[in-house]
């Protein structure tokens, strides 16, 4: 397997580009800033702008690009896994069921968590989130393999079918919940970046980090497995272990972005699907790529978030959702001509 991605020379402008958005992310909002706070931030000056950039917008700014990151990417890796251009995530259950792990935390087991050692507190939610997140994946790998390969009706209909079951259970917790579970409940549901902190940016980054370091492994593979089970595995690709692999990967992707941001679909759906549109099908290009495309429109979306209704703002989950929905649309009439017509 080659251990180098093809070069993209966009790249540099790709990167440019991420760069002038992550200035303007941090300029805007609730307080205009301008290059007097950056001096001042530069500086060491304890100016009131300078306090808001190194204090709330950079790690709100650092936190939706590795959010976006990691959504992107796991999105890709679920596409390739299932062999299914609408495998997203979000649409598969994926955050669902971490959300679900994350609600039972919260509500049934919060005496537990509670009980648990100072030190092991903050660790609980995005323990249970990740096992939320790896469980759903597991089910759902189990139906994937009763389906027509490239079934794109019944693979969503899984998803849904699992995602309902999930929110039906977040349902219960919320009944039960009381108003100040209620109101964490509410947070996980509506999807927000409020949470950031350098911390926590640090712990996701790494997890991108390494899934991008291993996706160079990956991208032949995936190339390979595109092709069918059979073919990926007469030229030596292990599937049934990299099935394993990617699944525990985009689990660990999905599961830490739910642990602190709540669910925000479709970012996994539209990175890739962008990505292709640009470097074509070869995933050794689309991995890379739909991460960067994940962190860009992350950004751009936590930033309307957060000026659009100043000084409210709004939840961010909303708004992907807003813009994922018609795109999901036109990717389900291009699958049913490409199948003839009909599901």
């Not at 009944?175 to 712990?203: C, H, K």
Request: proline share 6%.
């Amino acid at each position: 397997m080659g251990l180098r991605w093809p070069a993209l020379p966009g790249w540099p402008l790709a990167f440019a580009l991420l760069a002038a958005a992550v200035v303007v992310a941090a300029n805007s909002g609730a307080l205009s800033l301008g290059l007097a706070d950056w001096r001042a931030l530069i500086r060491g000056e304890p100016t009131q702008g300078a306090m808001v950039l190194a204090q709330l917008r950079l790690p709100r700014v650092a936190f939706a690009v590795v959010v976006g990151a990691a959504l992107g990417l796991a999105g890709a890796l679920s596409q390739g896994v299932f062999r299914n251009p609408l495998a997203e995530p979000s649409l598969l259950g994926i955050p669902g069921g971490a959300v679900c792990a994350v609600a039972l935390m919260l509500t049934v087991f919060a005496a537990w968590a509670g009980g648990l050692p100072a030190a092991w507190r903050p660790f609980a939610v995005p323990l249970a989130a990740l096992a939320g997140a790896w469980v759903m994946c597991g089910l759902l790998q189990g139906l994937a393999r009763l389906l027509v390969p490239g079934a794109v009706a019944g693979l969503l209909l899984a998803g849904l079918a699992l995602n309902a079951l999930a929110m039906a259970l977040v349902g219960l917790c919320t009944y039960l919940a009381t108003d100040e579970q209620l109101r964490n409940l509410t947070f996980w549901q509506l999807g927000s970046l409020a949470m950031a902190s350098w911390p926590i940016v640090a712990v996701l980054g790494v997890a991108v980090a390494a899934v991008l370091a291993l996706s160079r492994r990956w991208g032949q593979a995936l190339n390979a497995l595109a092709l069918g089970e059979a073919v990926a595995a007469q030229v030596g690709v292990p599937v049934a272990r990299l099935r394993r692999v990617l699944v525990l990967a985009l689990a660990l992707l999905s599961g830490l972005a739910v642990a602190w941001c709540g669910l925000i679909g479709f970012i996994g759906l539209l990175a890739p699907h962008a990505a292709r549109g640009i470097v074509g099908a070869d995933a050794r290009r689309v991995l890379p790529l739909a991460a960067w495309f994940g962190a860009l429109l992350m950004l751009l979306a936590d930033t309307a978030a957060r000026t659009l209704a100043v000084p409210a703002e709004l939840p961010v989950g909303i708004l992907t959702a807003l813009l994922g929905a018609p795109v999901l649309f036109v990717l389900l009439k291009r699958a049913q001509r490409e199948i003839g017509g009909g599901w």
